[in-house]
């Protein structure tokens, strides 16, 4: 589901407050998955946002899913920042979660997600850990969401 740059700029502008440079972000498959299975990316500042999406979307995503990402920044002072665009799951059996790792290795639940939810911000300074799990029962679309570094003035 492509943003197109306007409104796409208008909803970092609403998020972040008006950035003195604004990129670009041009949407592409880097991390559109197709198996699953766990998977590590790292994000650079002033790449274009990375989307992630669920195998199969926009059509319907198998039963008995288990996938995670692992989701890692440039080092310094900038947020992980998670876009969730679509999501469209089996309510109360198929979930999104979204983790955030700190230096000690524990582990904080930032989101649980199922059921069909708006756009969504989700940010952080560590790694975060996307986990995808479907039941044996309904297939649905699934979801899509965007990843990018911004720094603590919100510029991307």
Known sequence: MPVDDH???????????????LKRHCIYD???TGDCGVSQYNLEYGEPAHN????????????ELTCTW???GAEGNFWIVILLIDLI?????????VKEVDDMGNVHILAVLTGTVKITRI?????VEVDFISDHTEERRGFYLEMFLANHEGEV
């Not at 409104?7 to 440079?21: E, W």
């Not at 195998?55 to 198998?62: A, D, E, G, K």
């Not at 940010?123 to 790694?127: A, N, V």
């Open 123 to 127: 940010r952080s300074l560590k790694e």
């Open 30 to 32: 880097h991390f559109n």
């Open 70 to 72: 692992k989701v890692t």
């Open 7 to 21: 409104s796409y700029a208008d909803f970092l502008n609403s998020v972040f407050g008006k950035p003195k440079r």
């Open 52 to 63: 992630l999406t669920s195998p199969n979307y926009p059509m319907n995503y198998p039963n």
């Open 89 to 97: 799951l089996e309510r109360g059996y198929d979930f999104v979660t």
